[in-house]
């Protein structure tokens, strides 16, 4: 396996080392950076994917309030997706490997009250991606695609880890595994190994949707990483210069 430069990550890295000097971080501080970077990772998300409630009216819906003119899915896929993040983090805090066990639960959590008879179930039917160039697998060979992804991602050890994150995130689109969830199931494994790896989430922003499209379109069609690995890295550097901002530690040298 031919690993990537380390080069492109030397700056993230760096700031990495700033955060986890400061460690342990101030408890309100702490919570309320989680709290907004969780926010916005659960609005970008799901506004990838078509919801329209804006950052604000997600937030509130995380409150427990209803957004008139919104529909239930909407309001459903802001609650799930907090849940979801819920979850991982339960997961990092366990130190837990990847598993299809995982992979199933988080995507269970996304359309959990959306689509019940779905959740959790690899798809039954051959699909197509609008606007993809490769055309996922077969839902038969879905089983064996799964447990090979899980594979490569305990060989892929060696990798660095935004490298890593970026390719099970792109390696997962691939396969679409299921009939509806996929965006927010990916984002959630993305930031799943980026977090085990002490890095912050990476948010995918809405403005992002097309680049994120083209970069993981080019990296299905060809292999080559380097424009969905940059674009996460981009991400991870402006979570981390919110962690540093925040602390006081921007300047820091």
């Not at 492109?8 to 342990?24: C, G, M, R, T």
């Not at 804006?54 to 896929?77: A, N, P, Y």
Request: some cysteine.
């Amino acid at each position: 396996m031919t690993l990537p430069p380390t080069a492109p990550f030397e700056a993230i890295d760096n700031d990495k080392s700033k955060l986890d000097a400061a460690h342990p971080l101030p408890k309100h501080s702490l919570a309320t950076l989680r709290e907004k970077l969780a926010l916005e990772w659960t609005y970008h998300s799901n506004a990838i994917e078509g919801n329209t409630l804006t950052l604000r009216e997600t937030k509130v819906v995380l409150e427990g309030i209803t957004v008139g003119g919104k529909s239930l899915r909407e309001h459903f896929e802001a609650t799930n997706h907090r849940d979801a993040i819920l979850y991982v983090e339960e997961l990092v805090a366990k130190s837990e490997p990847l598993s299809e066990w995982q992979i199933r639960n988080i995507h269970s959590l996304v359309l959990k009250g959306i689509d019940d008879g779905e959740a959790g179930r690899y798809r039954q039917e051959n699909v197509v991606i609008a606007g993809a160039s490769t055309t996922p697998p077969d839902f038969l060979h879905l089983p064996q695609e799964m447990a090979s992804l899980v594979e490569w991602h305990v060989e892929a050890q060696g990798m660095h880890p935004i490298a890593r994150a970026a390719e099970l995130h792109t390696r997962f689109v691939k396969i679409h595994p299921f009939v509806d969830g996929n965006g927010r199931t990916a984002r959630l494994l993305l930031n799943f190994q980026l977090m085990k790896a002490g890095y912050p989430p990476a948010i995918i922003r809405k403005e992002d949707r097309l680049a994120d499209y083209d970069s993981l379109d080019e990296a299905c069609v060809t292999g080559n990483y380097t424009e969905i690995t940059q674009l996460v890295a981009q991400a991870v550097q402006r979570s981390l210069d919110t962690y540093l901002q925040v602390l006081g530690l921007s300047g820091a040298r």
